[in-house]
Nanobody, 124 residues
């Protein structure tokens, strides 16, 4: 069964850090571009950042640039989202997604597989 399994997340105080993991099962993640997204209550799902499959180049949206970092560990078939300097407005459900492509996409519909989502709550 092809799936992405997320772990990490939880409750953290403002200014704290968390690391989310996104592990692939049944396929090799290094062939896929990966996107990280989040959805806050009452809001649409938004892209946070992406990593390509060919050269691991990354993109970050302005709201997380300089605070969040996406990395890939091919040996573990896992992609990570390191989140530093968390703010209460970062509270949301976070999702990873995989697209069979060399380059990343900002569009949700381009992604083939989605993780189950994980809750991140930042207290003030």
């Amino acid at each position: 069964q092809l799936q992405l399994v997320q772990s990490g997340g939880g409750l953290v105080q403002s200014g704290g850090s968390l690391r989310l993991s996104c592990a692939a099962s049944g396929f090799t993640l290094s062939y896929y571009a990966i996107g990280w997204f989040r959805q806050a209550p009452g809001k649409e799902r938004e892209v946070l950042g992406c990593i390509s499959s060919n050269d691991d180049s990354t993109y970050y949206t302005d709201s997380v640039k300089g605070r969040f970092t996406i990395s890939r560990n091919s040996a573990k078939n896992t992609v990570y989202l390191q989140m530093n300097g968390l703010k209460p407005e970062d509270t949301a459900i976070y999702y990873c997604a995989a697209e069979i492509s060399n380059n990343w996409s900002l569009f949700l519909d381009d992604y083939d597989y989605w993780g189950q989502g994980t809750q991140v709550t930042v207290s003030s």
